[in-house]
């Protein structure tokens, strides 16, 4: 496709320069274009993009989307690449995505929920990819800039669109399924993540429904049996739409889709799905068994889509899951490190500990951070996952964070050695006792909010970042 006709999907615009230019890709960052990608100059926080127009087109890319022509624009430029003139380049993206995905009409497969959102977009990318080929959002390009651009790759011939849907209020999941006209949609929990923004998970569970209301006739949800707010879902759906198919998935003996006997080995969870009168044997490579919930959350989707169960379960082996989300990475002194740094809530942080015990090794140890956007349920779901720390035996642990106190207390006031807990001050301190307390075969567990970065700690004792073993 090249510039012109790709203005047939961009609504009102001029163009300004040439026009006959394949587009190969698109971008809104300059410093990372790709020769032939077009670049949308949008507004940022500390930044304009039309500022970085110039160098764009000079890095090869084959045209931009500005709202303006850019100063600087030399005659030379535009003699090989083109300008679209749009009142919004935002919007314009957004329309963009919208229209190819109408014209191409494939299968759209989105995901939502508190918890897990990224993990089972990955999962059921892998399923639907044993058949398929797949356009699956990168890393978690979640919001009303990242699902535009990873349905703009429509230009190129997939198959079926797996997206991810981030939300921080009300109407913003219904916006982004106004983008992608979703077939299917997934939620995979109600936690109390953006608690915070929302105020109650009552108001969560409805911001994250308009996912289902979004859904077409004959369009498919697929709901977590295991947790109450989504049932509650599916049965309201149940009675305003009944022309959608709704598919649980989970422990629940109700479940259409559920497991039983999962087992953590060596390199993952082993487990049946049993669905129906059908059954097979899975291997996940991922640790947890709020995985296997994500995993049977994809094998539901592989379902609807018309595979055997046995497609399903082979395609969950080759799952390529998104980084730092329980990710084993080498530590120095022979001690194994989990990344789970992505980001923390206490749904996700408690699922982590279980993990942490589970893990093979010597000693286990927890460098946990503080969890924001929590609201008025901070200080009770701190200490929530200090009681779980203490509960579930782990032997030393460090907080980071004013608001990560909480969980160091309750851990103690839940039977921890105090001499065994330590609040530090910043991530630097963190990262020197652990330095200090490391040796062979211990495991370490770190997880926090994005905000604070806790993947530097990951970097100052693995083996890659932190230097030597000894």
Known sequence: MNLNQLREHLGE?????????????????????????????????????????????????????????PAGMAGELLDRAGLLVVADPLQALQQLAASLRRQTGIPVVAVTGSNGKTTTKDLIAAVLGSRYRVLKTQGNFNNEIGLPLTLAQLIHPFEVAVVEMGMRGKGQIRELCRIAQPDCGVITNIGVAHYE??????NIAAAKGELLESLPAGGVAILNRDDAYSVGLGEKLARERPEIE?????????AQVRAAKPVSTAGGMAFAVLAGERSAEAFLPLYGEHNVQNALAAVAVGLAQGFSLKECVTGLKQAVISDKRLTPTPGIRGASIIDDTYNA???????????????????????????????????????????????????????????????????????????????????EEAAARLRDLLQEGDVVLVKGSRALAMEEIVKAVSVFEGGTRS
């Open 246 to 254: 709704i598919v649980y998935f989970g422990f629940h003996p109700e």
């Open 345 to 427: 809530n206490p749904g996700s942080a408690v699922a982590s500990l279980r993990v942490l015990r589970a893990w093979p090794g010597k000693r286990k140890i927890a460098v946990l951070g503080s969890m924001k956007e929590l609201g008025s349920l901070a200080e009770e779901g701190h200490r929530e996952v200090g009681r779980e720390a203490a509960g579930l035996g782990v032997d030393f642990l460090f907080t980071v964070g004013e608001e990560a106190a909480w969980i160091a207390q309750e851990a103690v006031a839940a039977g921890m050695d105090p001499a065994r807990v330590a609040r530090c001050r910043n991530k």
């Open 13 to 69: 615009n001029r163009l300004v320069g040439s026009g006959g230019q394949e587009v190969r890709g698109f971008s809104i960052d300059s410093r990372t274009i790709k020769p032939g990608e077009l670049f949308f100059a949008l507004p940022g926080e500390k930044a304009d993009g039309h500022q970085f127009v110039a160098d764009a087109l000079h890095k090869g890319a084959c045209g931009a989307v500005v709202s303006r022509i």
């Open 197 to 202: 923004l929302l105020g109650s998970r009552e």
